[in-house]
């Protein structure tokens, strides 16, 4: 069996992280960075730790990504890896929702991801790479709660994994997604403080269990590691069993 036993697979690869400052994307640094890459964070602000290299971007904003790739490149060398976990929410009811607050969430989460996918694949051109988006259950889902505009932006980065895979898979850059349940982080923690939303959300999942943040950027690492060498196209479930029943 041809599988790498290393204990750094991504040493010498350079990551970059959108919304990497805080809950998933954090977590997604720490442990890309433990497995040996070089990691720059993308986000409106610092975590704690600082990474190899931070640079303030705006995914939503076409000239800022453009720059922020641009300088990641200059201070550590092309990516060759990146993670798409910079995500928003607005939550109303449809017939509440205003059309800014939808475009704004559509602008983070699904034309964002577009925007960075396409930059960092401008630099793995010619060389290879992977990349993986943080997508949702309820990018499969109705959703238990009214959530209209992150529902549909997570439904679109479903997608737009498959479509990138396909048609750069000639290029030898693979993309997947993972699609975590709930996690307790700061888009989530609103929502859990309410101890009858919390009870509806573990009666959903047969694991009857929050995700943690930890458990998806494991996942992530898989699918950015030798070991999914064959894997592209594809949205991996962490969801403890909610998109089976």
Request: proline content about 6%; charged content about 20%.
């Amino acid at each position: 069996m041809d599988i790498d036993p290393a204990p750094h697979p991504l040493a010498g690869r350079v990551a970059a992280v959108t919304g990497g400052a805080r809950g998933i994307g954090a977590a997604c640094a720490a442990r890309l960075a433990a497995a040996g890459a070089r990691v720059a964070v993308l986000d409106l602000s610092p975590g704690d730790p600082p990474p190899d290299r931070f640079q303030r971007c705006d995914v939503s904003d076409e000239a800022a990504v453009g720059a922020a790739f641009a300088a990641v490149r200059e201070a550590l060398g092309p990516v060759n890896l990146l993670v798409n976990a910079a995500g928003i929410t607005v939550r109303a009811r449809a017939l509440d929702m205003r059309a800014a607050d939808f475009g704004r969430v559509i602008g983070v989460n699904l034309t964002g991801t577009f925007l960075c996918c396409r930059e960092a694949a401008r630099q793995m051109e010619g060389r290879g790479g992977a990349i993986v988006n943080v997508a949702s259950i309820m990018g499969f889902s109705g959703g238990l709660f009214p959530n209209v505009a992150y529902n549909t932006s997570k439904g679109g980065v479903v997608n737009l994994t498959r479509a990138l895979a396909v048609e750069w898979a000639p290029l030898n850059i693979r993309v997947n997604a993972v699609a975590p349940t709930y996690v307790e982080t700061d888009l989530t923690r609103g929502l859990l403080a309410d101890p009858d939303a919390t009870a509806r959300v573990l009666d959903a999942m047969p694991m009857r269990r929050l995700a943690t943040a930890n458990e998806v950027a494991e996942a992530v690492l898989f699918l950015l590691s030798p070991a999914s060498a064959m894997t592209t196209g594809h949205t991996l479930p962490v969801d403890g069993g909610f998109l089976a029943v």
